[in-house]
């Protein structure tokens, strides 16, 4: 029986040959229903047989259910088609509309049969499709030839052996299945050493110097198409036998960094010893899992099989292990156990069916002060039911592999599948059979709901019908506070629904331009809380025109009446939308594609219930929990807060918190918690974190502001007040008189993140807060949710991962940032009192402004991977940072040159050997000093102002670099720098650089500029100076153009015309810019664009000027000094609370309108930003492209 249920499922899946078969036998009942038909017409004619007849045809085809359906359709056509509802009491109507869809289904059966011949057709085009890129790869790729040619013919051997399995389904027999389970092993097993080879040949391919673009985009698609294809067998939802001595070894967690405050990892097991009494314990006792370092040192965390039950074990900071066991036995039924750590604290959850769910929990406290696990990327490995001979795990973990089946389910909210594995042992699937795991029955949501994890979406597609009305229904439970939720689009027309701040928002394009339609109910549009949410929308044609109704909780939120909308449609998205077929207008709301996190179920498309598992989807899994639903991150972008409100928090006496935050800028509020006592205050303060507890205050002595993530963790108790920085102790104080308080009972908290909701003199937080924890009285402890906020303004609920694409593009013609050396009349501008360029170092660039300052340069050399000789000359102002740095992220090798306590390091690692030249002298004294560093073989060298010499050679088996990506100078993305080099010297040098060569010839032309500006001459002021090359500064999701909103800031402009800020997009902008007579400011509010200025001819004359920027609904006024001008707009205003973005000094090409006019970029020095009286700091609120100076503004 269980083969016979294993093949029926297989032939349920993949059988297209099955389903065409029903399509036959469909079609041959539609012709038996016309036949029928034709002898009802007949018989029509005898008055005698009418009734009978007629009875006979509503029993048969079930017309009290449709009429059912249309009853439910009818509350949406309430308000338009109130007769409807007379048309059903009529058996004659009914019968004729019977017999009109009847006479149709002749047709129906040929467009079937065409659209089936047109989906095989459409299969072998991508086939075709797919050799013919494969083939351009191979043309100019020589070197990736064989290893091309040999995927294919796996691929093609796999179609051979789904072709094999289409015609054996008829008599499928249980060694029919074993053998063709046995030629997909195989065909695994050989792709299994066949891609890593690929992804060799493609980077080897990427770090030629005669780059192509075709080539490169070809390489670019079947890096996604692997990419694709592990996400998609990370879905798999299929358990795995283990026999005792194979084992799984799992790819490594992608954001390990997240793991280090929370760990949430849920899986199923079974044990069929379990009826095996009085074993040796050598025996009684097995390993599960076991998730840490490669030599078994330091942190990790582990589960094993103890006496029939599961007992968990992890490690902190060194401390002593802790291990929680939970009082329930795992049998030969599966079992689900969940586990969760916040910080110190454990729980742990084994549930079981017996006849009902039993929930059985434990929860643990780890001993010590130290909360993080401490992973290294390279160093970690994830074992799951064995491990490798080669490996001895901890000794509470050394017992022998495990025995049954284990299948797992997600970790840290990701979905995860033991067949996205790195390597197997001793596993063989044919002799040791996955166990059947039958799915519980009790929550819908787990039986029938889809989990969209953020990174995809579902392409549903469906039958165009005839008919008045087009209906589409889901459920949602919805995380994401930004992201489209269903997306229609016919030829020029579209209908987009969408969340916008946990709001939903309804975009369409009938051919006259992207609108928003307003609300009907304002006040009833929040989805973004975690709640179930029953959403429908119909399409209503109502004669002439047609209706648009979406309905919320059977509440009509939005309504659009237009002619001919979107019949023709014949497919729709779900939860995101491919970027390539997203429409520009809505791109630029949503630029990667708008995919959301939450789940649905009970999706219907035009009355038929939609199966996701039979549709095109991407991160889409299946079975939805409430442990998937979590929120623990959230973004904040300059002017926002979010704000909780908690219970049985006990008070400050007996306090212990912690929380995670990422952020490049330097001042801002972190955290803030008041009570009667007194508060508890979390802020940067020129990048250092300080605490302020009970008038109690800490500082840290480093800066933290290196947009990288830190977890913070404050204790106030007894003993005084503690903090601790990624589980380094900082400072701690007894504090005055804390053993005399009177302690307090727990009470209702209110925490504030990022900000406060009133003006501050801190100012609010541009970044990321996550992982919260406050211990609490009475209740388990756990990480907080950030759904249960009761307020929040300008926030993401969730916050990206802290890294970048590899880039992949062909060889720019011509650089656009190329130093030289501006003519006498390009320096002066005859309105100016200050020369536009300041008076400058020749062809010397000043880095440090900020953590990320840096040259990028693209092109890499193919002689690189052998030789290569840099030099440069350097002028150092601070003790540490970075000079040079490349690597090959995948291998993880690297090749760079830093400062660490004034001494210049040279580091060589090639991940299996590291090579370390130091200097004994220090070099931050501000001279300069010329730097020499090469490579050649395995021989690495450093000389100093050409009299210091150091020099090491590798071992001659441990020279292949392999870099692949660019090579940074000054400076370098700080997750690519901090994976090779310590903390304090991953963030740019501060100070000056020049005469940068390769091979003695200069580099001039950096592929990209973040934040250098010439080397000047003399002090520098407070404020952000763009300079003569060119470059801006860009605010995310700052401002909302439809909204009132007020904005300042000071400038002292260098050039009498130039791009002060824009704000916004093609039909809603906000633009300031400067001539020699006036400053202009211009806006459009949805209709026509309308200006006022402010004439102001000495505001170039070298000193600092006031400008103030007030817009309402439709009226603009613009302040400069003590002038004032404004202006009335058309009256037709389009309400949007789109956050657009700040552009300050110039603007990127994408940001442009093509339709006007812009002035060039602005040259001078800007300060003292101010929205909605909010201060935002522009050096660290945003990020800079160009040659912009963050260290400050020159005087002269």
Same mark, same amino acid.
């Given at each position: 029986?269980?083969?016979s249920?294993?093949?029926?499922h297989?032939?349920?899946?993949?059988?297209?040959?099955?389903?065409?078969?029903?399509?036959?036998?469909?079609?041959n009942?539609?012709?038996?229903?016309?036949?029928?038909? %034709?002898?009802?017409?007949?018989?029509?004619?005898?008055?005698?047989?009418?009734?009978d007849?007629?009875l006979?045809?509503?029993?048969?085809?079930?017309?009290?259910?449709?009429?059912?359906?249309?009853?439910?359709?009818?509350?949406?056509?309430?308000?338009?088609v109130?007769?409807?509802?007379?048309?059903?009491?009529?058996? *004659?109507?009914?019968?004729?509309?019977?017999?009109?869809?009847?006479?149709?289904?002749?047709?129906?059966?040929?467009? @079937?049969?065409?659209?089936?011949?047109?989906?095989?057709?459409?299969?072998?085009?991508?086939?075709?499709?797919?050799?013919?890129?494969?083939?351009?790869?191979?043309d100019?790729?020589?070197?990736?030839n064989?290893?091309?040619?040999?995927?294919?013919?796996?691929?093609?051997?796999?179609?051979?052996?789904?072709?094999?399995?289409?015609?054996?389904?008829?008599?499928?027999? &249980?060694?029919?299945?074993?053998?063709?389970? =046995?030629?997909?092993?195989?065909? !695994?097993?050989?792709?299994?050493?066949?891609?890593?080879?690929?992804?060799?040949?493609?980077?080897?391919?990427?770090? =030629? =110097?005669?780059?192509?673009?075709?080539?490169?985009?070809?390489?670019?698609?079947?890096?996604?198409?692997?990419?694709?294809?592990?996400?998609?067998?990370? %879905?798999?939802?299929?358990?795995?036998?283990?026999?005792?001595?194979?084992?799984?070894?799992?790819?490594?967690?992608?954001?390990?960094?997240?793991?280090?405050?929370?760990?949430?990892?849920?899986?199923?097991?079974?044990?069929?010893?379990?009826?095996?009494?009085?074993?040796?314990?050598?025996?009684?006792?097995?390993?599960?899992?076991?998730?840490?370092?490669?030599?078994?040192?330091?942190?990790?965390?582990?589960?094993?099989?103890?006496?029939? *039950?599961?007992?968990?074990?992890?490690?902190?900071?060194g401390?002593?292990?802790?291990h929680?066991?939970?009082d329930?036995e795992?049998?030969?039924?599966?079992?689900?156990?969940?586990?969760?750590?916040?910080?110190?604290?454990?729980?742990?959850?084994?549930?079981?069916?017996?006849?009902?769910?039993?929930?059985?929990?434990?929860?643990?406290?780890?001993?010590?002060?130290?909360?993080?696990f401490?992973?290294?990327?390279?160093?970690?490995?994830?074992? /799951?039911?064995?491990?490798?001979?080669?490996?001895?795990?901890?000794?509470?973990?050394?017992?022998?592999?495990?025995?049954?089946?284990?299948?797992?389910?997600?970790?840290?909210?990701e979905?995860?599948?033991?067949?996205?594995?790195?390597? #197997?042992?001793?596993?063989?699937?044919?002799?040791?059979?996955?166990?059947?795991?039958?799915?519980?029955?009790?929550?819908?949501?787990?039986?029938?709901?889809?989990?969209?994890?953020?990174?995809?979406?579902?392409?549903?597609?469906?039958?165009?019908?005839l008919?008045?009305?087009?209906?589409?229904?889901?459920?949602?439970? @919805?995380? &994401?506070?930004?992201?489209?939720?269903?997306?229609l689009?016919?030829?020029?027309?579209?209908?987009?629904?969408?969340?916008?701040?946990?709001?939903?928002?309804?975009?369409?394009?009938?051919?006259?331009?992207?609108? #928003?339609?307003?609300?009907k109910?304002?006040?009833?549009?929040?989805?973004?809380?975690?709640?179930?949410?029953?959403?429908?929308?119909?399409?209503?044609?109502?004669?002439?025109?047609?209706?648009?109704?979406?309905?919320?909780?059977q509440? #009509?939120?939005?309504?659009?009446?237009?002619?001919?909308?979107?019949?023709?449609?014949?497919?729709?998205?779900?939860?995101?939308?491919?970027t390539?077929?997203?429409?520009?207008?809505?791109?630029?709301?949503?630029?990667?594609?708008?995919?959301?996190?939450?789940?649905?179920?009970?999706?219907?498309?035009?009355?038929?219930?939609?199966?996701?598992?039979?549709?095109?989807?991407?991160?889409?899994?299946?079975?939805c929990?409430?442990?998937?639903?979590?929120?623990r991150?959230?973004?904040?972008?300059?002017?926002?807060?979010?704000?909780?409100?908690?219970?049985?928090?006990?008070?400050?006496?007996?306090?212990?918190?912690?929380?995670?935050?990422?952020?490049?800028?330097?001042?801002?509020?972190?955290?803030?918690?008041?009570?009667?006592?007194?508060?508890?205050?979390v802020?940067?303060?020129?990048? =250092?974190?300080?605490?302020?507890?009970?008038?109690?205050?800490?500082?840290?002595?480093?800066?933290?502001a290196?947009?990288?993530?830190?977890?913070?963790?404050?204790?106030?108790?007894?003993?005084?007040?503690?903090?601790?920085?990624?589980?380094?102790?900082?400072?701690?104080?007894?504090?005055?008189?804390?053993?005399?308080?009177?302690?307090r009972?727990?009470?209702?908290?209110?925490?504030?993140?990022?900000?406060?909701?009133?003006?501050?003199?801190?100012?609010?937080?541009?970044?990321?807060?996550?992982?919260?924890?406050?211990?609490?009285?009475?209740e388990?402890?756990a990480?907080?949710?950030? +759904?249960?906020?009761?307020?929040?303004?300008?926030v993401?609920?969730?916050?990206?991962?802290?890294?970048?694409?590899?880039?992949?593009?062909?060889?720019?013609?011509?650089?656009?940032?190329?130093?030289?050396?501006?003519?006498?009349?390009m320096?002066?501008?005859k309105?100016?009192?200050?020369?536009?360029?300041?008076?400058?170092?020749?062809?010397?660039? +000043?880095?440090?402004?900020?953590?990320?300052?840096?040259?990028?340069?693209?092109?890499?050399?193919?002689?690189?991977?052998?030789?290569?000789?840099?030099?440069?000359?350097?002028?150092?102002?601070?003790?540490?940072?970075?000079?040079?740095?490349?690597?090959?992220?995948?291998?993880?090798?690297?090749?760079?040159?830093?400062?660490?306590?004034?001494?210049?390091?040279?580091?060589?690692?090639?991940?299996?050997? *590291?090579?370390?030249?130091?200097?004994?002298?220090?070099?931050?004294?501000?001279?300069?000093?010329?730097?020499?560093?090469?490579?050649?073989?395995?021989?690495?060298?450093?000389?100093?102002?050409?009299?210091?010499?150091?020099?090491? &050679?590798?071992?001659?088996?441990?020279?292949?670099?392999?870099?692949?990506?660019?090579?940074?100078?000054?400076?370098?993305?700080? /997750?690519?720098?901090?994976?090779?080099?310590?903390?304090? &010297?991953?963030?740019?040098?501060?100070?000056?650089?020049?005469?940068?060569?390769?091979?003695?010839?200069?580099?001039n032309?950096?592929?990209? /500029?973040?934040?250098?500006?010439?080397?000047?001459?003399?002090?520098?002021?407070?404020?952000?100076f763009?300079?003569?090359?060119?470059?801006?500064?860009?605010?995310?999701?700052?401002?909302?153009?439809?909204?009132?909103?007020?904005?300042?800031?000071?400038?002292?402009?260098?050039?009498?015309?130039?791009?002060?800020?824009?704000?916004?997009?093609?039909?809603?902008?906000l633009?300031?810019?400067?001539?020699?007579q006036k /400053?202009?400011?211009?806006?459009?509010?949805?209709?026509?664009?309308?200006?006022?200025?402010?004439?102001?001819?000495?505001?170039?004359?070298?000193?600092?000027?006031?400008?103030?920027?007030?817009?309402?609904?439709?009226?603009?006024?613009?302040?400069?000094?003590t002038?004032?001008?404004?202006?009335?707009?058309?009256?037709?205003?389009?309400?949007t609370?789109?956050?657009?973005?700040?552009?300050?000094?110039?603007?990127?090409?994408?940001?442009?309108?093509?339709?006007?006019?812009?002035?060039?970029?602005?040259?001078?020095?800007?300060?003292?930003? !101010?929205?909605?009286?909010?201060?935002?700091?522009?050096?660290?609120?945003?990020?800079?492209?160009?040659?912009?100076?963050?260290?400050?503004?020159?005087?002269g």
């Amino acid at each position: 029986m269980a083969e016979s249920r294993i093949i029926r499922h297989i032939i349920d899946g993949t059988n297209q040959d099955g389903f065409i078969q029903r399509a036959i036998n469909a079609s041959n009942a539609y012709a038996s229903i016309i036949e029928a038909v %034709k002898n009802a017409e007949e018989a029509a004619s005898k008055a005698i047989h009418a009734a009978d007849e007629a009875l006979k045809n509503v029993l048969k085809h079930k017309l009290g259910d449709k009429a059912k359906e249309m009853k439910k359709d009818s509350n949406a056509l309430e308000e338009a088609v109130k007769e409807e509802q007379r048309k059903l009491s009529g058996v *004659k109507g009914a019968l004729e509309a019977a017999k009109n869809k009847l006479a149709g289904t002749q047709t129906k059966k040929e467009q @079937l049969l065409n659209q089936l011949n047109s989906a095989k057709n459409k299969l072998g085009m991508v086939h075709d499709d797919a050799s013919e890129k494969i083939q351009k790869a191979k043309d100019a790729a020589l070197k990736a030839n064989e290893t091309v040619a040999t995927v294919e013919g796996k691929l093609s051997d796999m179609k051979k052996n789904v072709d094999e399995w289409k015609k054996q389904y008829g008599d499928l027999r &249980s060694e029919d299945l074993n053998q063709a389970t =046995r030629d997909v092993k195989n065909t !695994v097993s050989s792709l299994e050493s066949t891609l890593p080879v690929l992804l060799g040949k493609l980077t080897s391919l990427e770090n =030629r =110097r005669s780059h192509n673009a075709t080539v490169l985009d070809n390489i670019l698609r079947v890096r996604q198409l692997i990419s694709l294809a592990r996400n998609a067998v990370s %879905k798999i939802k299929v358990p795995v036998k283990f026999n005792g001595t194979s084992g799984v070894q799992i790819r490594t967690p992608s954001n390990l960094q997240d793991l280090a405050a929370y760990t949430s990892l849920k899986f199923y097991i079974q044990n069929p010893d379990s009826k095996k009494r009085d074993q040796p314990e050598n025996e009684s006792t097995r390993f599960v899992l076991y998730l840490g370092q490669k030599d078994a040192t330091g942190d990790y965390m582990g589960l094993i099989l103890k006496d029939h *039950k599961v007992e968990w074990i992890y490690k902190l900071g060194g401390n002593e292990t802790t291990h929680l066991m939970v009082d329930e036995e795992i049998g030969e039924q599966f079992a689900a156990v969940s586990i969760n750590r916040i910080l110190q604290y454990g729980h742990m959850s084994v549930t079981v069916e017996k006849q009902t769910l039993h929930e059985t929990k434990g929860d643990s406290v780890a001993k010590g002060e130290h909360g993080l696990f401490n992973f290294k990327p390279h160093n970690t490995i994830f074992y /799951v039911g064995g491990y490798p001979s080669s490996f001895t795990p901890p000794p509470p973990l050394r017992y022998p592999n495990y025995r049954g089946c284990i299948e797992m389910d997600s970790l840290n909210e990701e979905v995860m599948s033991l067949y996205n594995f790195q390597r #197997t042992f001793h596993l063989d699937t044919v002799a040791e059979r996955p166990c059947t795991r039958s799915k519980s029955t009790g929550d819908p949501w787990l039986t029938d709901g889809s989990y969209f994890d953020g990174t995809g979406y579902a392409e549903i597609t469906f039958e165009s019908q005839l008919g008045s009305i087009k209906r589409f229904e889901q459920e949602m439970r @919805l995380v &994401s506070y930004h992201g489209i939720i269903f997306f229609l689009k016919h030829q020029n027309q579209l209908l987009c629904l969408t969340v916008r701040d946990g709001k939903l928002v309804l975009y369409y394009d009938f051919g006259g331009g992207l609108n #928003t339609s307003p609300p009907k109910d304002g006040a009833n549009l929040v989805v973004s809380n975690n709640a179930n949410k029953a959403i429908q929308l119909f399409l209503i044609k109502m004669g002439t025109k047609d209706r648009v109704l979406v309905r919320l909780e059977q509440s #009509t939120i939005f309504m659009i009446e237009q002619e001919n909308i979107l019949q023709g449609a014949t497919s729709y998205y779900l939860g995101g939308v491919p970027t390539s077929v997203l429409p520009e207008k809505l791109k630029k709301l949503f630029p990667k594609g708008g995919s959301i996190r939450g789940c649905m179920k009970g999706l219907k498309a035009l009355g038929k219930y939609v199966d996701l598992k039979r549709m095109n989807t991407i991160g889409v899994s299946y079975g939805c929990t409430l442990d998937l639903l979590v929120a623990r991150s959230v973004k904040l972008h300059g002017s926002g807060y979010l704000t909780l409100s908690l219970r049985n928090v006990p008070p400050l006496q007996d306090f212990y918190t912690g929380f995670s935050f990422r952020t490049s800028q330097s001042r801002g509020l972190l955290y803030q918690h008041d009570t009667k006592d007194g508060s508890c205050q979390v802020s940067l303060q020129d990048g =250092r974190v300080a605490v302020n507890v009970l008038s109690t205050k800490l500082t840290t002595k480093n800066a933290y502001a290196d947009d990288t993530s830190h977890y913070v963790a404050i204790y106030s108790d007894s003993a005084g007040v503690r903090m601790y920085v990624d589980d380094q102790l900082q400072e701690s104080t007894a504090g005055p008189n804390r053993e005399r308080r009177q302690k307090r009972e727990a009470e209702l908290g209110v925490f504030h993140l990022g900000g406060l909701p009133s003006p501050s003199d801190i100012g609010n937080l541009t970044g990321c807060i996550s992982n919260v924890f406050i211990k609490r009285r009475l209740e388990a402890q756990a990480v907080v949710d950030m +759904q249960q906020s009761t307020e929040s303004f300008n926030v993401t609920m969730n916050c990206p991962r802290d890294r970048q694409p590899q880039q992949m593009r062909a060889p720019e013609k011509k650089s656009r940032w190329k130093p030289k050396a501006p003519s006498k009349a390009m320096l002066k501008d005859k309105n100016c009192h200050l020369l536009k360029e300041p008076k400058a170092i020749k062809d010397a660039f +000043q880095f440090g402004g900020s953590p990320a300052s840096r040259l990028e340069f693209h092109k890499i050399p193919g002689i690189l991977q052998e030789r290569f000789h840099f030099s440069m000359e350097l002028r150092l102002n601070s003790s540490s940072g970075l000079l040079f740095y490349m690597a090959n992220e995948s291998l993880g090798s690297s090749f760079s040159l830093f400062v660490s306590n004034g001494r210049l390091v040279l580091l060589a690692d090639t991940h299996r050997h *590291k090579l370390r030249l130091r200097t004994k002298e220090k070099y931050h004294d501000g001279r300069w000093h010329t730097v020499f560093f090469s490579r050649d073989g395995n021989r690495v060298q450093l000389v100093i102002d050409g009299l210091r010499s150091l020099e090491k &050679s590798l071992p001659t088996n441990g020279v292949d670099f392999g870099i692949s990506g660019p090579f940074y100078v000054g400076g370098a993305p700080l /997750v690519k720098a901090k994976a090779h080099i310590p903390d304090a &010297s991953a963030t740019s040098f501060k100070g000056c650089l020049r005469h940068l060569k390769l091979d003695k010839k200069p580099l001039n032309s950096p592929s990209r /500029v973040f934040a250098v500006t010439p080397c000047y001459v003399g002090p520098l002021e407070t404020g952000v100076f763009f300079s003569i090359e060119g470059g801006y500064i860009t605010l995310d999701g700052s401002v909302a153009i439809g909204q009132d909103f007020e904005m300042t800031l000071e400038i002292r402009p260098r050039s009498s015309s130039g791009l002060i800020f824009q704000i916004g997009r093609k039909t809603h902008y906000l633009r300031l810019s400067s001539d020699s007579q006036k /400053v202009t400011l211009a806006a459009n509010t949805g209709t026509k664009e309308f200006s006022t200025s402010v004439s102001q001819p000495s505001l170039c004359d070298g000193q600092w000027h006031t400008i103030t920027v007030i817009k309402g609904s439709n009226m603009i006024q613009l302040d400069v000094d003590t002038k004032a001008n404004y202006t009335v707009g058309p009256n037709e205003v389009q309400d949007t609370s789109d956050k657009e973005s700040i552009h300050l000094g110039g603007m990127p090409e994408v940001a442009s309108l093509p339709h006007l006019r812009h002035p060039s970029s602005f040259v001078g020095c800007m300060k003292n930003l !101010v929205i909605n009286r909010n201060p935002i700091d522009i050096r660290q609120a945003g990020s800079t492209r160009g040659s912009v100076g963050l260290s400050g503004c020159p005087t002269g």
